[in-house]
């Protein structure tokens, strides 16, 4: 079992930066990919992000390229999403999760352990 806290969430005004933290436990494992993925009231879970914990290879959508920014700490067991020139239709529950690898990151069934999640509100 891998158990995922995330934390960092918040309500901040468009424009403003915020960093998630998503600390991992349990039965980890380094050929696992970490994700990021978020879901807007009404809309589907989607997803923002991953990363492998082993090489560090990341991967965005199209949507956050250039704004959205995912590292980890392996001493720590944590990953990090950092979030700059945060726009309202960024708000959302973002959710971390860990399993797939390299090659199966950017779908939601490419994951089998998920955090509770963390709101983000951007306010206009």
């Known amino acids: 079992q891998v158990q995922l806290v995330e934390s960092g969430g918040g309500l901040v005004q468009a424009g403003g930066s915020l960093r998630l933290s998503c600390a991992a436990s349990?039965?980890?494992?380094?050929?696992?990919?970490m994700g990021w993925f978020r879901q807007a009231p009404g809309k589907e879970r989607e997803f923002v992000g991953a990363?492998?914990?082993?090489?560090?290879?990341?991967s965005y959508a199209d949507s956050v390229k250039g704004r959205f920014t995912i590292s980890r700490d392996i001493a720590k067991n944590t990953v990090y999403l950092q979030i700059n020139s945060l726009k309202p239709e960024d708000t959302a529950v973002y959710y971390c999760?860990?399993?797939?690898?390299?090659?199966?990151?950017?779908?939601?069934?490419?994951?089998?352990?998920w955090g509770q999640g963390t709101q983000v509100t951007v306010s206009s």
């Open positions: 349990g039965r980890t494992s380094s050929d696992y990919a």
């Open positions: 990363i492998t914990w082993s090489g560090g290879s990341t």
């Open positions: 999760a860990a399993g797939g690898g390299l090659y199966c990151r950017s779908h939601i069934a490419c994951y089998g352990y």
